[in-house]
Nanobody
Framework: QVQLVESGGGSVQAGGSLRLSCAAS????????MGWFRQAPGKEREGVAA???????SYADSVKGRFTISKDNAKNTLYLQMNSLKPEDTAMYYC???????????????????WGQGTQVTVSS
């Protein structure tokens, strides 16, 4: 049974940083694509970042240069380092995974088969 558990969300002021973590279990971690998507109230889900099984990464234009996705295969953990946060980054952030080598880009992450429960990120101006 695939399980994804996010942590690291919180409240920060604009310009601050947060690091989200996603602990994964129940599957062959290294062979899956993984990523992060977010959803703000009243808005559609937005793919934020993706990392393929070979380590290739992709980002939404809105976060490029500010967010970094990475993974530690030994710890079965996915990360999202978020710097220079803006109020418009406020959303529930979800970790996602799918049993395919490539996610096909950050925009595909919301379509992934497995999601975590989400962690809230709030950025104040």
């Amino acid at each position: 049974q695939v399980q994804l558990v996010e942590s690291g969300g919180g409240s920060v002021q604009a310009g601050g940083s947060l690091r989200l973590s996603c602990a994964a279990s129940g599957y062959t971690y290294s062979s899956y694509c993984m990523g992060w998507f977010r959803q703000a109230p009243g808005k559609e889900r937005e793919g934020v970042a993706a990392i393929d099984s070979d380590g290739s990464t992709s980002y939404a234009d809105s976060v490029k240069g500010r967010f970094t996705i990475s993974k530690d295969n030994a710890k079965n953990t996915l990360y999202l380092q978020m710097n220079s946060l803006k109020p418009e980054d406020t959303a529930m952030y979800y970790c996602a995974a799918d049993a395919i080598p490539s996610c096909g880009g950050s925009w595909c992450v919301p379509l992934a088969r497995y999601w975590g429960q989400g962690t809230q990120v709030t950025v104040s101006s």
